[in-house]
């Protein structure tokens, strides 16, 4: 079913991927698409690769076997020149933001400008006020990543994976740490996000309300069995899966 969607409907394509540290298999045989303009979600337990998946599909770590294809491209069998022209269409929010503490907010979110494609520091200072006024910080340019919130603090991080324009934002557990009203209020960003902008996002969230709120798909990977063992909307997922542990994940604190 997957190797006949159209490369319209399809973003990415997953293809046979095993993940492995010398004999030890994180997960194998991982096949599955995520659809353009998508909130995809990975989920599983603590241990389950999924933090392991994204560092393979943004290219810092080397797949055992398979590919990854963006818009229909190998990413591991293209030669380097194509792999760093298919980088530049990721942005990436890593845990805990990620942001230099020795940097306004201002100056990490124009680091990616003025590092990979040399615009003026100037011009970048501009792109930054904008991709901080879009995710709902104007007027903190000048702040350290020391003086606002968590919240805030992985909104900013948020704005500068958006600050080359990237066709594909990968987040990993964005809301990791941060109180409910903070964590619902970056969901609402990120789905506001998408419809403004049309941006793909692929989020590794273990976070119930999150999966919920954005996710349009998602896959699960089980930690026991190395494999993944469900895929599709959260919440169908929740009522039908035929994985009782699947379901189990997904039903946490649901019913008292």
């Known amino acids: 079913m997957h190797s006949t969607r159209s490369q319209e409907e399809w973003l990415v394509h997953v293809k046979g991927l095993t993940m492995a540290y010398g004999d030890f298999v994180v997960q194998r045989d991982l096949t599955f698409t995520v659809q353009r303009g998508g909130i995809f979600v990975v989920m599983g337990d603590s241990g389950s690769g999924k933090s392991t998946l994204m560092r393979h599909m943004i290219g810092l770590e080397q797949p055992a076997a398979g590919d990854v294809h963006y818009g229909g491209e190998g990413y591991w069998s293209a030669p380097p020149d194509a792999r760093e022209r298919l980088r530049g269409n990721f ?48 007027g903190f340019e000048d702040h350290y990543p020391g003086e606002v919130s968590g919240g805030m603090k992985n909104r900013a991080g948020l704005a500068r994976s958006l600050s080359l324009d990237p066709e594909i934002v990968f987040l990993d557990e964005p809301s990791a740490g941060l109180d409910p009203l903070s964590a619902r209020r970056l969901d609402d960003l990120i789905l506001e996000l998408r419809e403004s902008l049309g941006t793909t996002f692929i989020v590794v969230t273990h976070e119930l309300p999150s999966i919920f709120a954005i996710g349009d798909d998602s896959i699960f990977l089980d930690g026991e069995r190395h494999v993944m063992s469900a895929k599709g909307p959260p919440k169908e997922l929740l009522e039908a899966s035929p994985d009782p542990k699947v379901r189990a994940f997904l039903q946490r604190g649901r019913f008292p």
């Open 91 to 138: 942005g990436v929010l890593f845990q805990g933001a990620g942001l230099l503490s020795s940097m306004t907010l201002s100056e990490n979110i124009a680091l990616p400008l003025t590092e990979h494609i040399g615009v003026s520091e100037s011009y970048a200072r501009e792109v930054a006020a904008t991709k901080l006024a879009l995710v709902g910080l104007a």
